[in-house]
């Protein structure tokens, strides 16, 4: 890899960077194809929507100049016949001598066969390694996720002081984080499929949980409450700004009155029962999974923050830190429940990173370790 290939295979990173919310349920892929001279001859963005491939939209753009040339691509190219027929067959009929990739494709189906036929048919292979393969699979990791498992990767998401509480005992008027980084925020839920919170929130907060990051989006950002009892009120703003994209999750114990009262708004209500008679959160992220949901972002109050963690769903967390403490017995921890009991007990986290947020405000994101269940 030369300072070169580095340079237009961050270009191709940035294309792919251009599918945030219009590829998912497929991951977000970038290709630039240069020719035997060394000049940029076609690039590709891959959207759901346009059905073609990254590598595909380059290769037609580059026409006959695709031949000894070069492609970029940010994921390696697929070998099967899926929505649209293998990219490795197009890149060998296309007469290309070199194919450079950022990260494998992590879908099963796929994972290291592209790569393994291009080379049998003699082009040149690389990888990219380093910082653009972190890059590159950092990018689709909710595809990865997804691919392997059939369900949306799921982030805890969390504004708190530095000691670590969520909400004052007395008052709860303005934010507990800056405005930049509640715009932060807005770009993480752009990126997300849908997004949950439960009842309590909803009742502190009258949260909307909507995508205002002004950007396009192919899907609606889908909102869900999860709320044992329906006491979600008709005239709460997350209710009012329905618009095909909310899904109340409940469990039996919902009085039919309360039932009818959403089938007359026509607001999808789904029945997750489990034995503590609360909304059963493993059933409902499959439920997720099963309707094309890759990635799911939890913006919760200390009751499901410790729900999900105990239920064991939640795979990230990505928490933003304020320059405050509120101190107290009194004020809501990120997460409540009866937590674990002992030291040795406590859920631990790997892969942390912390970037900087603002001035004097950072934000930590790390994966959940799973625990054997
Ligand atoms: C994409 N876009 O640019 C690349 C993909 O048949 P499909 O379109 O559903 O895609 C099948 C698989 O192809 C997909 O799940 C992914 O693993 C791989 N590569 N997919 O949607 C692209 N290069
Ligand atoms: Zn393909």
New binding site residues.
Partial sequence: MTETDRRWMREALELARQGDAL?SP??Q?GAVLVDASGRKAGSGC?T?AG?K???VLALEEAGSLARGGTIY?S?E??S?Q???PP?VDSVLNAGISRVVTATR?R?P??DGSGIERLRAAGVEVEEAGGELAFEAARLNEPFFHF?RTGRPLVTLKTALTLDGKIAAPDDNTGWITSATARQHVQGVRHRHDAIMTGIGTVQADDCRLTDRSGLPRRRPLMRIVADSLLRLPGDSRIVETFDDDLVVATTSAASPKRRDLFARLNIPVRVFDSPTGRVDLQQLVEWLGSRQIVSLMIEAGAKLNWAVLEAGVVDKVLLYFAPKILGGFDSLPMVGGIGRRSRAGALQLSSLRTFTVAENEFAVEADIVKEAR
């Fill in positions: 590829a497929n991951p892929v891959y759901y059905r491939h990254a590598e691509v994921l190219p697929c099967i899926g929505r649209t990219c494709d879908n189906d796929i691919a």
